[in-house]
Every structure is written in structure tokens, then in C-alpha cells.
């Protein structure tokens, strides 16, 4: 039997690169290879707060194969994985001794972790005040339902780490990157690599997953660039699977609050929505969005929002950002409510269907 590439049963179309990834024959940014390349890796502090004190950099440095060791010891950090510096080397074996050799002291400080959550969420509580006026503006309604959800931080764990190959050759760029977006890491490498911009090519024929965390090309990107321009040689960064889940991207979590009214007929009237969306160490980076009329008839809404700041990376946009996190809680919500009624769950959600 001849075999098939079709995507789905239901669909005939042929997937065109289905050989080429089953059987290894695809090429990503980390399977790149040149003569005289040169491996880069982050210095990363390994608690949630702190600093470090000491470091023997000479000692990393004359490490045989080692080209540069930047360590920035008096740099505070905010994360897990926080980047204090880098090691340039010619082989993955010197990287790795350098990074031994260095051996810093590092320093602990309190962290605020998923433990800090509810000590630092100042939303609305159950059965608080926002529950009260929810029944006194919504006197006629037969129920009131109040909840609170919660959503984790969900790392992005693409299968291919982020990461680049930049070929310098003096007078042209040719670069192999791990991205969602040719056009835009090329704009961005351009700046880093000390061409024209039409002397840099970017190739991504492949890319082992993104999710929205793979346009620019980020810190590891703009380092590769950097250290092949200072060097007009090869080098390769990319990301190893503790890094991709320290700063490799993440979808915000949240904590939802929800009070909701409704008549005895299952129509919602309205109520009261605090979402806090639980991000990274500075603000931005994408929160929760909870998207309370978009999909059903909710009515009059009060609506609020903050953020709860945690030691950990700032978020990156994860497919629909913000959405998933406040689906959850209206679709978890739509069930409390028909339970409450003793409404046929899809029943309820066809009487506020816009």
C-alpha cells in the first residue's frame, strides 16, 4: 500500500512535510552546524530572588576553547533563571567547564511564589460585599451564584527550543531560527549583526512549535547575533529544557471572581467579575481576559482587573492570550448556574446564546 500524507481522515489534502519529520531528515535552527562555530550560553541564577557574590572569571576563562566570560555579579535578580551574564566558547565541552570554573556564590532572598497568590490578591472575596450588591441590583433574580477559579502558569514547552545559528561572513548574514515570524526576526537581527539589512538572510523552514512565544528573536537571539558579529564566526544559541521553562515563555494564570444572576428561566441579568491576572516579575507581557459577553448574554456587568506580580519571567503570548484563562471561568460558571436551576447545562447556554 502506498502511504498516505494526508493531515486528517477527513482531509485529502497532502501534509507536504510529514517524510521529512518522521524521519529526521528536517533541519531546525539547533541541528545547524559550521566549521569554526562557537556555542553561547546564559549564566543563570538558579533561585526565585537574590543576587551573587564572587565568581572566579579568570579561572572560567582560561578554561582551553574559552573566548569570553561576561559576569555581572552586582545585577539583582527577579527570577528563576535570571540571565547574569554569558560564556562564549568553542566547543559545548568548554562551555560547560566554564560555567563549573566560574562557581559564584549565590544569594537567596523571599521570593513571592504561587503561595503568595491569595496574600497578595485584593479582589472581591466569596460571600464579600460584591456578592450584596449583586442580589439588591438584581432583585428579581432567583439565584445568585458566587465562585471564585484559579488558573496555573502554563509554561509554552515547544518542542524545539528558542534559539538561532548566525553564520557571519564578514560582508553577509545568513541566519537558522527557530521563529513565527521571518520578517520580523530579520528586522530585528539586522540591527545586531553590522550589515545591510539586505545582506541577512533568515531561514525557518521548520519550527517545532511557538504558540505566539516565537516572533522576535528575544534574548537568545539578539546574543547569537551579537557575539557572531564581534567574532565573524558561526554561533549557535539555543535554549536547553530547564531554560525553556524558565524563560522560554508562559501563560499568565489568574484568579476569577464571579457572581452571577439569573432568573428562575435560566436568563442571565448580570453581576459583578474582578479578574487578576498572576504575571511575571514586571508588568506586561499579556494577563488573563475574561471575556464575560462575548460568549453568552451576561447582561449588566460590573467589571474590574489588576495583577498579582510573582518572581518568574514575563509572560509571552500564548494562542488566544488571555482567553483561555477567562473561558474557563464562564464555562465553569455556566454549570454552577444550571446546576443551581437544575437547567440541562447545553439548555442553559442556548437561552443566552447572542
Not at 519571567?313 to 444550571?338: C, H, K, N, T
Request: proline share 6%; glycine share 10%.
Amino acid at each position: 500500500m502506498k502511504p498516505s500524507n494526508a493531515v486528517a481522515i477527513e482531509n485529502k489534502l497532502p501534509r507536504v512535510d510529514v517524510r521529512q519529520k518522521v524521519t529526521g531528515a528536517a533541519r531546525y535552527a539547533a541541528d545547524q552546524s559550521r566549521p569554526r562555530m562557537l556555542f553561547v550560553k546564559f549564566i543563570r541564577f538558579p533561585f526565585g530572588k537574590g543576587g551573587a557574590e564572587g565568581g572566579n572569571v579568570e579561572r572560567a576563562r582560561a578554561i582551553p576553547g574559552v573566548l569570553e566570560v561576561e559576569w555581572n555579579a552586582s545585577e539583582e535578580a527577579r527570577m528563576p533563571g535570571w540571565r547574569m551574564g554569558h560564556v562564549v566558547a568553542e566547543s559545548r565541552a568548554a562551555l560547560d567547564d566554564a560555567l563549573e570554573a566560574l562557581d559564584p556564590d549565590f544569594t537567596r532572598q523571599r521570593a513571592a511564589t504561587d503561595a503568595d497568590i491569595m496574600r497578595l490578591y485584593r479582589g472581591p472575596a466569596p460571600a464579600g460585599e460584591a456578592l450584596a450588591a449583586v442580589r439588591q441590583k438584581f432583585s428579581a433574580a432567583k439565584i445568585v451564584v458566587e465562585a471564585m477559579y484559579r488558573t496555573q502558569v502554563q509554561t509554552h514547552s515547544c518542542l524545539e527550543p528558542h534559539g538561532s545559528m548566525v553564520d557571519h561572513r564578514g560582508d553577509e548574514v545568513e541566519v537558522w531560527a527557530s521563529t513565527q515570524d521571518v520578517t520580523g526576526y530579520h528586522s530585528e537581527v539586522s540591527k545586531h549583526v553590522g550589515v545591510p539589512a539586505s545582506k541577512v538572510l533568515v531561514h525557518s523552514e521548520y519550527v517545532g512549535g511557538g504558540f505566539g512565544s516565537k516572533f522576535g528573536p528575544q534574548a537568545e537571539g539578539v546574543l547569537a547575533a551579537r557575539i557572531a558579529a564581534k567574532y565573524k564566526r558561526p554561533c549557535r544559541l539555543v535554549l536547553d529544557r530547564a531554560e525553556e521553562h524558565l524563560d522560554g515563555g508562559s501563560r499568565p494564570g489568574s484568579v476569577q471572581y464571579m457572581a452571577i444572576a439569573a432568573n428562575a428561566e435560566g436568563r442571565i441579568l448580570g453581576g459583578r467579575v474582578h479578574c487578576s491576572s498572576v504575571i511575571g516579575f514586571d508588568r506586561g507581557g499579556g494577563g488573563c481576559r475574561n471575556p464575560i459577553n462575548e460568549l453568552y448574554r451576561f447582561g449588566d456587568v460590573e467589571r474590574t482587573e489588576d495583577q498579582i506580580q510573582l518572581n518568574f519571567a514575563i509572560p509571552r503570548a500564548f494562542r488566544a492570550p488571555g482567553w483561555p484563562q477567562g473561558v474557563y471561568a464562564i464555562e465553569s460558571m455556566m454549570d454552577e448556574l444550571a446546576k443551581a436551576l437544575d437547567i440541562d447545562p447545553l439548555e442553559i447556554r442556548r437561552r443566552n446564546d447572542p
